[in-house]
Nanobody
Framework: VQLVESGGGSVQSGGSLRLSCATS????????MGWFRHSPGKEREGVAT???????SYADSVKGRFAISRDSAKNTLYLQMNSLKPEDTAMYYC????????????????????WGQGTQVTVSS
């Protein structure tokens, strides 16, 4: 299994970026996929999640600005980030959980099994 993020970069406050996460090695589609971020001095936090079927979830800090989506035909996860703020600066990670396990798709680091290597997002004021 492999998850490869791309699309990070440096932007000014108010700008936009679109992150992508290409997945390979799965038999079928992972039940739950998500984006997490980690900045120095902070714990890794959930940004957004999307199940195969059902509703998406967002951290309060990004609601209304970020949008998660997935293209199953391309085995790719996306994160559209608009109105970026300096506090959004972090390493962004793609994550996946293949099985349902009677656990909903939510913003919990410990409930994801597979992780990408991360892509850096830097927002300047």
């Amino acid at each position: 299994v492999q998850l490869v993020e791309s699309g990070g970069g440096s932007v000014q406050s108010g700008g936009s970026l679109r992150l992508s996460c290409a997945t390979s090695g799965y038999t079928g589609r992972p039940y739950c996929m998500g984006w997490f971020r980690h900045s120095p001095g902070k714990e890794r936090e959930g940004v957004a999640t999307i199940p195969t079927y059902g509703v998406t979830s967002y951290a309060d800090s990004v609601k209304g600005r970020f949008a998660i989506s997935r293209d199953s035909a391309k085995n790719t996860l996306y994160l559209q980030m608009n109105s970026l703020k300096p506090e959004d600066t972090a390493m962004y990670y793609c994550a996946a959980r293949y099985d349902y396990r009677s656990t909903p798709c939510r913003l919990r680091v410990g409930e994801f099994d597979d992780w990408g290597q991360g892509t850096q997002v830097t927002v300047s004021s």
